[in-house]
């Protein structure tokens, strides 16, 4: 039987020889004072960042140790549509927001001439990547059987960067470059590179559908090349010195978290046959055409420039070329998620007049979109440019409109290319930018030689005129004719 006394006594509140207040305001004072502590202990505590640099510094040093990066453990989920959207519109508007922003600190720190030499390098080194990445990452991203082993992939760029160092190597060589211009151009040419070799490893991520680990690895390569580049050139003062710092951030970036993150987060890869890479090779030399001669159409006007110019103007015109540029990135956002969705409605013969409405209301919004920057530039556009730039853009009004006029057909070309080759007309393409390329040529050397600055301005803008006209011709012609392709 229990005891009754000793349950009182087990219930009953023991005397403390205090008052009961006289208690509680100790326990009160007590708990002000380790208030402090407490804070200071939490705000001791790592911030989000920290705790992921932290993380990723350990999960980075345990795979070294281990021996092995591939055979570790995936953390990272797949398949998150609104991650991979959001992340990967992060990484692109970075790297496309890439160059404007380098030119601009490149213009405020160093003078416009230093600038406009920069500029220069960096629209070569622009051009020479798409020999490194030669047109792979559709085609990569597309291999969901893996056809291909991902080993061949990376021997394949190992490849294809080789051959745009000796790309820039010759370029250089023809052109004369030495002293500032030479040193600047391999600092941009390297950065370039890596770049162009990351990309095969943020397609594998893409390829696991884990697209957003890309977009991760794009703005952590951009965002830590653009502060290297503003702190070197702060402190010397030096665009050849900013540039070399550029390069080698990025090389860090490419160690350190783009070749980890792809080899933790996806399958290892089976080993390699010289016939892959081969096919690789074979498979994507069109679309890696296609994409060459067009950048190039797009460079001539500023080849030619440079020839009889001064560096300066280049600065002028990529600053008033940037804003047409990002018309051909807003009007990518909207419809390349569509492309499969397109290519499913072209395969339904029944169809294809919805097919041919989404073209129309495509270009339709590029109008639209290329309208809205018009009046953006004649309202504010040229005096925020002047600010950004610390110099005088008031001259350049006009060739300002030009730009954003040509940047609008730019932005519809590149939707007509993708259209065609839904349709598995590339070659098409290939040929009307092969027309494009010598109109440009002829036009540049005519025009830039008798109106300077402004001849460049006209000969961009006819030139995408022409070139509009061709993509719309070939793409009615296969429109009106399918079986005849």
């Not at 892959?276 to 080849?303: G, M, Y």
């Not at 103007?313 to 492309?339: C, D, E, H, T, W």
């Not at 639209?368 to 005096?383: K, R, S």
Request: aromatic residues 12%; hydrophobic residues 50%.
């Amino acid at each position: 039987m229990s005891n009754p006394l000793r349950n009182l006594r087990r219930t009953t509140p023991q005397p403390t020889g205090q008052p009961d207040g006289v208690s509680t305001r100790l326990r009160n004072a007590r708990a002000r004072a380790a208030a402090p502590s407490q804070a200071k202990a939490k705000s001791q505590e790592p911030g989000f960042l920290r705790r992921v640099v932290d993380h990723w510094w350990d999960r980075l040093i345990g795979a070294v140790y281990s021996g092995s990066l591939s055979s570790q453990t995936a953390r990272y989920a797949a398949h998150d549509s609104r991650l991979d959207y959001v992340m990967n519109s992060i990484g692109m508007g970075v790297w496309g927001a890439l160059f404007p922003i380098l030119t601009i600190v490149a213009s405020r720190l160093a003078g416009a001439e230093q600038a406009g030499m920069f500029s220069m390098a960096f629209v070569i080194a622009n051009l020479l990547i798409f020999i490194g990445n030669y047109g792979v990452r559709t085609y990569q991203v597309s291999d969901i059987d893996e056809t291909e082993s991902f080993l061949a992939y990376q021997i394949h760029r190992v490849l294809a960067c080789v051959l745009m160092i000796l790309a820039g190597w010759l370029f250089c060589l023809v052109r004369g470059y030495a002293g500032e211009m030479l040193t600047i151009c391999w600092g941009t040419f390297a950065f370039r590179v890596i770049d162009a070799f990351a990309d095969v490893y943020e397609g594998r991520l893409q390829q696991m559908d884990k697209l957003y680990l890309s977009g991760v690895s794009q703005a952590v390569r951009c965002v830590a090349g653009v502060a290297a580049f503003t702190v070197v050139l702060f402190v010397t003062r030096s665009i050849p010195v900013a540039s070399i710092a550029l390069a080698v951030v990025a090389l860090a970036s490419l160690v350190i978290v783009t070749i980890p993150l792809a080899l933790f987060e996806t399958p290892k890869s089976r080993g390699w046959e010289l016939q892959e890479v081969r096919e690789i090779f074979q498979e994507c030399f069109p679309a890696f055409l296609a994409q060459f001669i067009f950048t190039l159409v797009e460079s001539i006007p500023k080849f030619v420039m440079e020839g009889t110019l001064a560096y300066q103007s280049q600065l002028y015109f990529n600053a008033i070329y940037f804003p047409a540029q990002s018309i051909l990135m807003v009007i990518g956002l909207v419809y390349k998620p569509q492309l499969v969705r397109l290519a499913n409605i072209w395969s339904d013969p029944s169809r294809r007049r919805r097919f041919d409405l989404i073209i129309v209301a495509v270009l339709a919004l590029t109008a639209l979109v290329t309208v809205v920057y018009l009046g953006f530039a004649a309202w504010i556009g040229i005096p925020i440019t002047s600010f950004l730039y610390g110099l005088d853009f008031e001259p350049y009004r006009t060739a300002q409109y030009m730009m954003i006029v040509a940047g609008g057909m730019t932005a519809a070309i590149d939707f007509l290319y993708q259209i065609v080759t839904v349709l598995r007309q590339q070659e098409k393409a290939t040929s009307a930018y092969g027309i494009a390329l010598a109109v440009v040529t002829i036009l540049s050397i005519v025009l830039v030689r008798t109106m300077g600055f402004y001849g460049a301005a006209w000969a961009y803008l006819v030139v995408m005129i022409v070139l509009l006209g061709l993509m719309i011709f070939q793409y009615v012609r296969v429109r009106l004719n399918p079986k005849e392709f």
